[in-house]
């Protein structure tokens, strides 16, 4: 009998990241792509890269997880056992490389969170969807302003010896604040810096605000890459912050981990890779909210639809 293997998929607006696990949670292939406005299509695009990493090992999955967003459409698509929220799976990933973990501080691409955990359970946790001055995108921005490559951004704000205090509250204030302190003669490390400091009290401010962050504190997501955000965290918090390698894959092993638990088998074929799926919008006319709804084919065969606002709408 051919050893079983479990396949999580995180998607997001931004990124979308896949893993497949054997039984001992070990991560065999993984890869990480921009979801691009088309969930369905990075999908697919993941699950080849998958396909490539495995081919030759002729391996089983027996179950599918789906976290993140787009969650529930990805997991109709790939006929998923679990489909959860991003929390859980975070925080179930994150544990298994950190099992003692207590804070974990995650900052992405357009939105940031925080997760509590004790003794293994989530306890609480928060999420900024709304404010873009605190995440990676606001972090690109800038150093493209800078004129700054912003896989250096990190090595070049701990370079500083004199930073500025700049405000973060807000995307269009930050930004003629460092205008204005570049005027005033600060060099572009010192205000790199800054920029740093400020996204870290940005979110202690916002995201945090009112918790208490217990160590050992994890910090992940794509400006976890930067090491003068991961400096200025713990300058700010006083303690150690530890960034892990697959940090950014997080969700996903949590989510293949789930799955694995689950022991729901639903067999899962890579062919998945060249079916058609389009999604086409349309219009529910059963009384005057006319929700949109968008309906999900599979080749010509539709096998979803959402949208509907309540149980009256179009059914598949
Ligand atoms: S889904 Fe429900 S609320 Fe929306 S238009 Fe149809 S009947 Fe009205």
Redesign the pocket.
């Known amino acids: 009998m051919k050893d079983k293997y479990y396949l999580g998929v995180d998607i997001g607006s931004i990124s979308t990241k896949g893993v497949i696990i054997d039984e001992e949670d070990n991560i065999i292939a993984s890869d990480y792509l921009w979801t691009e406005g088309n969930p369905i299509g990075a999908v697919q695009k993941l699950i080849n890269s998958l396909y490539e990493q495995v081919k030759d090992k002729d391996i089983n999955v027996v179950c599918v997880g789906t976290t993140g967003s787009a969650r529930y459409l990805i997991g109709k698509i790939l006929d998923a056992g679990v489909v959860k929220n991003e929390i859980t799976a975070h925080a179930i990933g994150t544990m298994n490389k950190v099992p003692d973990v207590r804070t974990i501080i995650e900052i992405g691409g357009q939105d940031s969170k925080i997760i509590l955990i004790d003794k293994n359970v989530v306890v609480d946790y928060n999420m900024n969807t709304i404010c873009a001055a605190g995440t990676g995108a606001f972090l690109s921005s800038q150093a493209k302003r800078l004129g700054v490559n912003i896989e250096d951004f990190g090595s070049i704000a701990l370079t500083s010896k004199n930073s500025p205090k700049l405000s973060a509250r807000c995307s269009v204030f930050a930004e003629s604040d460092l205008v204005h302190k570049l005027q005033m003669g600060y060099k572009k490390e010192d205000v790199i810096r800054g920029l740093c400091d400020a996204i870290v009290s940005n979110y202690l401010n916002n995201v945090a605000k009112g918790k208490k962050l217990y160590s050992p504190i994890v910090f992940q997501g794509g400006v976890s890459k930067n090491i003068g955000v991961k400096k200025a965290f713990e300058e700010q918090l006083e303690t150690e912050v530890t960034v892990i390698n697959d940090g950014h894959l997080m969700g996903a092993l949590g989510i293949a981990i789930l799955a694995k638990k689950s022991k729901i088998e639903k067999p899962f074929s890579f062919q998945i890779k060249d079916i058609k799926f389009k999604t086409i919008g349309s219009e529910?006319n059963?009384?005057s909210?006319?929700?949109e709804i968008v309906n999900v084919y599979r080749e010509d065969k539709i096998i979803d639809r959402y949208g509907?606002?309540?149980d009256?709408?179009l059914k598949v």
């Open positions: 529910c059963g009384c909210n006319n929700c509907n606002k309540c009256n709408g």
